[in-house]
């Protein structure tokens, strides 16, 4: 593609934006800004939430090229040499990933993504909560300061938390809470434990609702007759929860799930069978593509809790385990990869500052890209005069081997690119 027109691999969109309950409210969103500065046609309303830009092929809110009446997925069907042979023989004329901007105000629900194999049967027995039969691995990197939920805490944690938040083992029950504090006090075997966490989870996830109302709110009044400054993040997080979701389950997971606080720059990969739940914040978020999510908690949608404990790992891992950083790229100083261990996607975060020319680097597969700061102008190398303005929000198709060569003036240029092989 080195030599060809840039309106033949460099293709850009216009993109589909989801207004969740739990967005962002008009301009504090950056969903709404990137798609305000990237879609002409887009009409930013300051009442309305939103929640996520789709930048895909996906089915349910497709990407369309920009200034015209056809989805992405036209465009492909029409240019399959955008493609790989072995995506074309594999997925058709579409993406294997989705590419989404969050922007969250309120926590979303405390969920898991199941495994091809799992999901395979949950759409052939539930199709109307589980539409497709795919897996759903993702890899999160903040934009904003983010916080969120991910995986088991190490066991030594939940015992204490067992111990210190007696509203927490109330909702557990005592068998199981007692249970796992012998075994994790006395050193048991993992496999034991882990049989253990899941008798924990079930408890909780299980308990009557009257229970668990009636113990939120012991914890709420509990804490809220401690002075301010003698209340730890968790209680002030518990807090904030309960004023989302009163009385919610979810509420307590805070407590068994490890509490992730990312900066800008920190990702974390998100594997099948993995709970997690967003908190607040903004990130860039690649995934295959599917919509498949079983939930349990802090949400008012469809609760599949027996599903969601039966397909959990029960794996306990602290904090710094899960959060990573990119790495710097071999062939340019300006760009850190995020490689995911799976075969869908990977992503790309590059950072010019000003008055830099820099090659975003070919890959073997098809892109997207999203202008996350600043700009710059881009144009195919070995094609001096065929230029594309790479602005804050812009995104961006890009056929695959196609090399952009990049230069900054008077302002700085971040993007993020997610890419498959």
Not at 180 to 193: L, N, T
């Amino acid at each position: 593609h080195e030599t060809g027109k840039m309106e033949d691999v460099v293709v850009p969109l216009a993109c589909a934006v989801q207004n969740y309950a739990w967005g962002k409210q008009g301009k504090e969103s950056k969903v709404a800004c990137f798609a305000q500065a990237g879609d002409a046609d887009f009409q930013l309303d300051c009442e309305a939430r939103y929640a996520e830009l789709w930048m895909g092929t996906h089915p349910k809110a497709p990407s369309r090229v920009a200034g015209k009446d056809q989805t992405l997925k036209e465009w492909l069907e029409a240019h399959p040499a955008a493609l790989t042979q072995s995506i074309l023989k594999k997925h058709g004329p579409t993406l294997p990933f989705l590419f989404k901007v969050l922007s969250i105000s309120t926590a979303l629900s405390i969920q898991a993504h199941p495994d091809k194999g799992l999901a395979e049967k949950l759409h052939a027995s539930d199709p109307k909560n589980y539409p497709d039969d795919n897996h759903k691995p993702e890899m999160t990197i903040a934009l904003t300061e983010f916080k969120g939920m991910c995986g088991f805490r190490p066991a030594e944690q939940i015992l204490k938390h067992l111990k210190q938040v007696p509203e927490f083992r109330a909702c557990v029950g005592e068998a199981p809470a007692a249970k796992f504090e012998h075994a994790v006090s006395s050193h048991a075997p993992i496999v034991e434990i882990k049989a253990l966490l899941r008798d924990v989870f079930s408890g909780l996830m299980h308990q009557k609702d009257d229970v668990v109302k009636a113990q939120l709110q012991a914890l709420v009044q509990r804490v809220e007759s401690k002075e301010c400054i003698d209340r730890d993040d968790l209680e002030n997080l518990a807090l904030e929860l309960n004023t989302q979701y009163p009385g919610d389950t979810g509420v307590f997971c805070i407590f068994i799930l490890n509490v992730l606080n990312m900066k800008p720059g920190d990702a974390m990969f998100l594997g099948p069978n993995s709970p997690h739940a967003y908190i607040s914040g903004d990130c860039v978020e690649c995934m295959a593509t599917s919509d498949n999510v079983v939930r349990a908690g802090l949400t008012p949608k469809f609760k599949d809790v027996d599903n969601l404990v039966d397909m959990l790992t029960y794996e306990m891992v602290p904090p710094e385990d899960i959060i990573f950083s990119g790495k710097p790229h071999m062939h340019n100083p300006f760009v850190l990869s995020y490689d995911a261990p799976v075969e869908e996607f990977d992503v790309d975060f590059m950072d010019m500052p000003v008055n830099t020319s820099s090659t975003l680097p070919a890959v073997a597969g098809p892109s997207v890209v999203i202008v996350t700061q600043g700009c710059a102008l881009g144009r195919l190398v070995g094609a001096a005069d065929d230029k594309t303005c790479f602005t804050e929000g812009k995104v961006f198709f890009i056929a695959s081997n196609t090399e952009l060569q990049l230069q900054t003036g008077a302002h700085t240029c971040a993007l993020f690119r997610a890419h498959c092989q």
